[in-house]
Nanobody, 122 residues
């Protein structure tokens, strides 16, 4: 079994920063991809960013490019999402997931964490 646990969410003012963490346990292969998705009530879950664990290749959604940075610490089995210059439209539940390959498609991710709430206000 693979388990993913997100943490680091909270309430922040517009323009502020948060760092989310996704800690993994279980059998994670270095060729796997870890992604952050987010979902607001009544909206589709959408890709935020992903990282290939083996070589740090990354992808960012246009809406967060230049503001968010995804990174990983393989020794800690943890992937991070550094979020800067936060906007109200970033408000959502953020989930991390595992895929066998690089993908921006929700259906390709077969393990998910429980989610962590990010709320941006002013």
């Amino acid at each position: 079994q693979v388990q993913l646990v997100e943490s680091g969410g909270g309430l922040v003012q517009t323009g502020g920063s948060l760092r989310l963490s996704c800690a993994a346990s279980g059998r994670i292969f270095s060729t796997y991809t870890t992604a952050w998705f987010r979902q607001a009530p009544g909206k589709e879950r959408e890709i935020v960013a992903f990282i290939v664990l083996a070589d740090t290749r990354t992808y960012y959604a246009d809406s967060v490019k230049g503001r968010f940075t995804i990174s990983r610490d393989n020794a800690k089995n943890t992937v991070y999402l550094q979020m800067n210059s936060l906007k109200s439209e970033d408000t959502a539940v953020y989930y991390c997931g595992i895929s066998r390959r690089m993908s921006t498609t929700q259906a390709d991710y077969f393990y998910w964490g429980q989610g962590t709430q990010v709320t941006v206000s002013s």
